[in-house]
């Protein structure tokens, strides 16, 4: 509020509910920026900041008790919730939004609202816009800015507190513990849904009741497919598999990949390929420092997996070529990370001033490399087919270095060869 200044009103609603089919709807999941503001967990909720309003600043809209619907749909914190749980200073129901904001906005200059998020909503808020419009000509003041709220709040979101770093390495740490069990349980013949199911059995049993993404368990060729998540197949014996899954603990995500072989012990081939993205990941990660630049674990990444992927012979060429013509980008595609935090893929801007951003305490990103090789691929020998891996794991910039959230998950050959010998 300090930021938007008593000149203005913010209005942040949460996410709407979405029917998935007939009378069922999709799991509710309250907007990031909303439930980061706010910690409601309900639907049907707008907040509204007023800096400076002498009747509280904090008002929260939000669903009524209602014992019939509570008896139907579950509890409601009602507006008493609102003010006792959720600390708003002041609750009104959702249903008498349209009598009540306009007159809150009246006197404001300008309106933080993010458009184009909800249509729906879009239009009601311009219509609150304009019946105040509709009455300057008796001297009331109407708002003629309307401003993103993301410049203020996403770079909040950004830099984690100690007790949102604290829920991170929480959901960090259960999602470690989904890979050790998928791990333990892979065998070939097993379909790839049934080690997804043991993901969200470990996710579940420690309170984090969703993924924060779905899961992909990719056997073999579907490792090489980025966003692979059908999870259909039947794991074969000479498999890789690719699992990329992350629990949502409290609101915060965690995203981490392992790759390990099926039989539980790695081929040459493999074993070449997943050493060198091995290498390529813990070098990047040694870049995350306060005062380098987001871009500089990518680069880093990427040298290290150029310069492999030629002592392999899987890329011919000088090194600086490969890496200045992107050739690299036939086998690894991707950014090597992203800002992690209440969304997998969170805010927070990549660029200042058009130059890359320089990390600081607090920041959390993923350091993601990898190198998918699919069958078929032209010039490629053979004995690389279908050979896709990623190694993935969340990185929290501390003062001195980093903190790698997920270290709990096994990452070298030795530790998972060891883990899946122990289980056979
Ligand atoms: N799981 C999505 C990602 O790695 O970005
Ligand atoms: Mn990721
Ligand atoms: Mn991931």
């Not at 439930?35 to 009524?64: K, N, Q, S």
């Not at 049993?205 to 056997?219: L, R």
């Amino acid at each position: 509020m300090d930021m938007i200044g008593s000149d203005s009103i913010a209005i942040i609603p949460t996410s709407s509910v979405y029917i998935r089919n007939r009378d069922v709807e999709f799991p509710f999941r309250p907007d990031s920026d909303f439930f980061y503001l706010t910690a409601y967990p309900e639907p049907e909720a707008v907040a509204v900041l007023i800096p400076d309003r002498a009747d509280g600043e904090y008002i929260l809209f939000c669903r009524d008790s209602d014992e019939e619907m509570e008896t139907w749909h579950g509890r409601r914190a009602g507006l008493n919730g609102a003010l006792e749980i959720y600390g708003a200073d002041d609750a009104f129901p959702i249903e008498d939004m349209d009598d009540i904001v306009p007159g809150l906005i009246e006197g404001h200059d300008r309106i933080f609202y993010n458009m184009g998020h909800d249509q729906n909503f879009d239009h009601r808020v311009l219509g609150w816009v304009n019946q105040i419009r509709d009455k300057v000509r008796t001297g009331v003041v109407a708002p003629d800015e309307f401003i993103s709220l993301n410049h203020f709040l996403h770079d909040m979101r950004l830099y984690k507190s100690r007790h949102e770093i604290k829920l991170m390495r929480q959901a960090a740490k259960i999602s470690a513990g989904a890979h050790k069990r998928v791990m333990t349980y892979c065998k070939p013949g097993l379909h790839e849904y049934q080690l997804e199911a043991e993901l969200v059995h470990e996710f579940m049993m420690h309170g984090a009741y969703a993924a924060a993404y779905p899961s992909i368990v990719g056997s073999g060729a579907n490792g090489c497919i980025l966003h692979y998540t059908e999870n259909r197949d039947q794991i074969d014996e000479d498999d890789l598999l690719l699992i990329d899954a992350g629990s949502e603990y409290h609101g915060y995500a965690s995203d981490i990949t392992r790759t390990f072989p099926a039989n539980g012990k790695f081929s040459t081939a493999q074993r070449q390929a997943y050493e060198l993205v091995l290498k390529a990941q813990l070098a990047a990660i040694e870049q995350v420092q306060p005062g380098n630049h987001w871009n500089d674990p990518h680069d880093t990444a990427v040298r290290v997996l150029t310069e492999g992927m030629v002592e392999l012979g899987i890329l011919k060429g000088d090194i600086d070529e490969l890496i200045k013509d992107q050739v690299y980008t036939k086998y690894f595609m991707h950014r090597t990370g992203h800002w992690i935090g209440m969304d997998v893929h969170d805010v927070g801007d990549y660029k200042v001033d058009n130059e890359w951003r320089m990390l600081e305490p607090g920041m959390v990103l993923t350091i993601e490399p990898g190198l998918y090789m699919p069958a078929g691929t032209k010039g490629l020998p053979k004995k690389w087919w279908n050979i896709g891996i990623r190694i993935e794991d969340d990185v929290l910039v501390t003062k001195n270095g980093y903190d790698v959230l997920s270290k709990d998950a096994p990452k070298t050959i030795d530790e998972i060869e060891a883990l899946m010998k122990h289980a056979a």
